[in-house]
């Protein structure tokens, strides 16, 4: 029995003592793994960005690795080749975790040494679970910095993020206070969260939310301040039906814009059912487009006729293939949405819906037959959409209130009151506009 107990004992002091070794290794391993990844899934989606890992040096309890990214096409935006990382790790019992030093990058070093009196405010901290999966936490101190003769100061802020080991699954929480630029500008509550996975390198499933609680514009005349804004994005993946869904929302309980007001603001827009092999078809060509612009951009330098010469050429390059791209999400069951709209005016309230829904599926050239034809447009569209303003913003514009079209009964748009209304459907083959059909 004893003996059954010291052996026990001891594997347990031979495993408590290889464990950081074990840690190290493992962490090595899904380094290694998740940076081949992200190199295939930038290469997939037609970007040069690259990720590498310059040196390893692995140690029994610790590790220090030096890795950058090679930004490549991205130059043009950030005006940088590349940022290097040295990330320090201390192998634990559970995992692994790494301190993270951007002291290696001169552009860095030397906006803290110069700007910032040699105080970094940024720290970056990193676990490696045993598991796989990883989560990230950056933290940023407040600072000021002088900007063209105004003082900026830099409020605290904090991100978490978290990926799992097959970089699938995705999410993220940020937080920050804000800025403020003397009494000229401020910005109050910056937040950002999100829950994603992967499907595909262009298709995600979940959702991407942030808000500002406050942010005021402050000049000799004109002003700004908006309150309480909010914004979403979801992206619903139909595995059975093969679409994708992107709705944005929108709101703000204040705006205000020089002398124009509004309140209890709130907008979402949808493009919905839209097919997954042309939406993967369309963003793989808008990539590929994006990072040509980009390479086109680092050629010309600092010459600006060169460069409006380099992208007129690509425009032209990439029209035809634009087409074919929108083409590919015209597929039947595509909708285009405006929910919920909704507005308090001074002059009172604006309310409104719409939506344009595909009946099959169409090609540029099935259009021209429309020039000839309009009827046919009842054939490949569906049509509702139900609108209503106070008429003191437009006035009695004859645009709005009066037949555009020979087959039209009333205007867009007839008085109800101190509104103006609109409201169109498509109904057995039939347009109907204002409760009146529209002669085709």
Not at 46 to 70: C, L
Not at 198 to 220: H, L, N, P
Not at 249 to 272: C, E
Not at 301 to 318: A, F, H, T, W, Y
Request: aromatic residues 10%; glycine residues 8%.
């Amino acid at each position: 029995m004893k003996k059954a107990i010291i052996g026990v004992l001891l594997l347990l002091i031979i495993a408590g003592v290889g464990a950081p070794f074990v840690s190290g290794l493992m962490m090595e391993k899904v380094v290694k793994r998740s940076f081949s990844d992200l190199n295939k899934m930038y290469a997939d989606a037609g970007y040069d960005v690259t990720v590498e890992v310059v040196k390893y040096d692995r140690k029994y309890a610790s590790s220090e690795i030096e890795w950058k990214v090679n930004l490549g096409s991205l130059k043009a935006v950030y005006g940088i080749d590349e940022i290097i990382f040295i990330d320090r790790a201390d192998h634990q019992y559970t995992g692994v975790v790494t301190r993270t030093s951007l002291e290696k990058n001169k552009w860095f070093t030397d906006f803290v040494s110069n700007k910032l009196n040699g105080k970094n405010p940024l720290a970056i901290v990193t676990e490696y679970k045993l598991s796989g999966d990883i989560h990230s936490a950056i933290a940023l101190e407040a600072f000021s910095l002088p900007v063209r003769g105004e003082m900026v100061e830099i409020k605290t802020g904090k991100a978490d993020f978290s990926f799992d080991k097959d970089l699938v699954n995705f999410t993220s929480e940020a937080s920050w206070q804000g800025f403020s630029v003397a009494d000229k500008l401020k910005v109050d509550g910056v937040s950002a969260a999100s829950s994603l996975e992967k499907i595909s390198t262009y298709i995600w499933d979940g959702e991407f939310s942030f808000g500002v609680e406050r942010a005021k514009i402050t000049g000799r005349v004109e002003q700004f301040e908006l309150v309480n804004f909010k914004g979403d994005y979801s992206l619903d993946v139909d595995k059975e039906e093969n679409t994708v869904s992107v709705v944005a929302s929108f709101g703000a309980d204040h705006v205000l814009a020089d002398h124009d007001k509004v309140d209890d603001a709130f907008v979402r827009i949808g493009v919905v059912n839209l097919d997954i092999p042309g939406f993967e078809d369309f963003m793989k060509l808008y990539a590929k487009m994006t990072n040509n612009i980009l390479k086109d951009i680092n050629a010309a330098g600092n010459d600006p006729e060169i460069l409006k010469k380099i992208l007129k050429q690509q425009v032209v390059r990439s029209q035809f293939q634009m087409l074919t791209a929108y083409e590919g999400l015209m597929k039947q069951g595509l909708e285009i949405q405006i929910s919920d709209l909704h507005a308090v005016l001074p002059q009172g309230e604006v309310k409104g819906d719409a939506a344009l829904s595909l009946n099959k599926d169409m090609t540029f050239a099935q259009f021209v037959p429309l020039q000839q034809q309009p009827e046919l447009l009842l054939d490949i569209f569906s049509l509702h959409s139900d609108v209503s303003f106070p008429a003191e913003l437009v006035g009695d514009n004859p645009v709005l209130l009066e037949p555009i079209y020979p087959g039209m009964k009333t205007g867009l748009f007839v008085r109800d009151g101190e509104n103006l209304v609109h409201k169109a459907e498509t109904q057995d083959g039939k347009l109907y506009l204002n409760g009146q059909e529209v002669s085709l």
